[in-house]
């Protein structure tokens, strides 16, 4: 008994220093880089504890098992969504709409294409895969998962110093939390997660993602 509660209290102690404290440092940090930068070699950390510590196959990463009914349910919440960001832009932010496709349309190109895959596949992959399977002692696949995914996960967009993002990545990541443990899917998580990115930033709250945005 008192050797799991040891290994539970480091669990929490690495839990608490990974998702809150690196996102904490950045945020004091202010001449950082850029917080996306740090995604790689958090990723190699991670993948380096999944195989060390668990039964991960790399297989899991492509998984889908989607169902129809999923697929039709989350298409409606996508298009309500879409509609929601457009209406808030529309109405409280009206020289911002379309404001990346306006005036730079190469780089929203260019956004739409590398932003699935090589930020929310891997901000999935850590939120998701990785928090479900290295915390599961601490954290049960029910709602304790849900809101311990959705917390870190906006807690890591405090480097982008505004409440906006933090309130729409806690509703975007219980969104994400709840798919995932549905589907036990990274690979549909992403997905979803790529194609509410590519809205955001083409609706006009992409600036609140993004230091220093080019327009």
Known sequence: MNFIFKGRMWLAIEFALLFF????????????????????????????????????????????????????????????????????????????????????????LGLCLFYPVFSAFGQEIIYRTFLSRRYSVILPRGWQFVLASALTFSFMHIVFYNPLAMILTFTGGIYFAVNYRITRSVLFTSILHGIFGIMMFGAGLGQYFWLDMPL
């Open 21 to 108: 404290g690196i996102p904490t440092w950045i945020f004091l940090d202010q001449d950082f880089i850029h917080p996306s930068i740090i995604i790689l070699p958090v990723l190699v950390f991670i993948f380096i504890l999944l195989r060390r510590n668990s039964d991960f196959k790399w297989s899991e990463l492509i998984r889908w098992g989607v169902s129809r009914k999923m697929l039709y349910t989350n298409a409606i919440l996508i298009v309500l969504a879409a509609l929601l960001m457009l209406g808030y832009v529309f109405f409280f932010e009206p020289e911002n709409l379309f404001n990346l496709p306006r005036t730079n349309i190469w780089l929203y």
